[in-house]
């Protein structure tokens, strides 16, 4: 896959993406991820790539052109592949982990960056297939954005995560959030390990683990439980710990 970033701090980009498991993902080929400069298509002497809003207000605006030119010379460096072309705005649809799997699948995405009070109307009808918000908060430009949702793509490509790391995703990605982890000493400051985890009963652990993942998840977030395939015995546990409503 190919992720490109249109952005007027592609460093931003690169510094981020070069460390951990993306970085690794790039070495290894797996994805390639190209930050473009949009200031390199201004057309003026000056570079200037915003300008001050029709109809006045507050704050500056970026220009449709060098928005325009930036992503005709992504096409023209690779005319044959279809492209998703996503804006960062929190204007956009609410990023979900579906969303990531569903852009895992595609050959090549451009990702849009903003700045400044936004973009000129024009070229966003123009280019972009589609609007992201990474939540309901505002940022100063799209670039974060598009970090989060470039590191959530790539761990989902073939080979960048190990098999282990894989298949917890599958275990534990059924819309729950996960179980609390563990590791040694098994007290710590006088605090124990749940004991079941340290008994070797592996049926067991998988029992306390599907428990604990529920309890979180209705403590923490009782709005996913609402689109989770629930067992009878998941409902049975649930209502003993004061969840009501099934
Ligand atoms: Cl995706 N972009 C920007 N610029 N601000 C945001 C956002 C995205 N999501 C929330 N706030």
């Not at 510094?15 to 951990?20: D, G, L, P």
């Not at 936004?118 to 799209?142: A, H, K, P």
């Not at 298949?167 to 710590?188: I, K, M, N």
């Amino acid at each position: 896959m190919r992720i490109t970033i249109m952005t007027l701090f592609p460093q931003m980009i690169e510094q981020a993406v070069s460390h951990s498991i993306m970085g690794r993902a790039i070495e290894a080929s797996q994805v390639e991820i190209r930050a473009v400069n949009i200031r390199d298509y201004s057309n003026n002497k000056h570079k200037q790539v915003d300008d001050y809003p029709y109809g006045g207000g507050a704050g500056m605006l970026m220009k449709p052109g060098p928005v325009k030119w930036c992503y005709e010379a992504i096409c023209e460096s690779s005319p044959n592949t279809k492209k998703r072309v996503m804006y960062m705005t929190p204007h956009g649809k609410p990023w979900k982990q579906a969303m990531a799997d569903e852009f895992a699948k595609e050959e090549e995405i451009v990702i849009l960056c903003g700045h400044y009070e936004g973009i000129d109307q024009r070229v966003i009808e123009d280019i972009v297939t589609d609007e992201v918000s990474i939540g309901d908060f505002v940022l100063t430009g799209g670039e974060l954005a598009a970090l989060v949702i470039t590191d959530s793509i790539v761990r989902l490509l073939p080979n960048v995560l190990g098999k282990q790391e894989s298949f917890q995703e599958e275990s534990f990605c059924d819309g729950l959030l996960e179980y609390y982890h563990y590791t040694r000493p098994a007290v710590f400051e006088g605090k124990e390990v749940p004991e079941v985890l340290l008994s070797g009963h592996h049926k067991n652990i998988e029992k306390y683990r599907r428990q604990n993942s529920l309890e979180n998840t209705y403590k923490k977030r009782p709005d996913l439980l609402e689109q989770v395939q629930l067992s009878v015995e998941d409902r049975k546990f649930l209502q003993s710990v004061g969840y009501n409503n099934i």
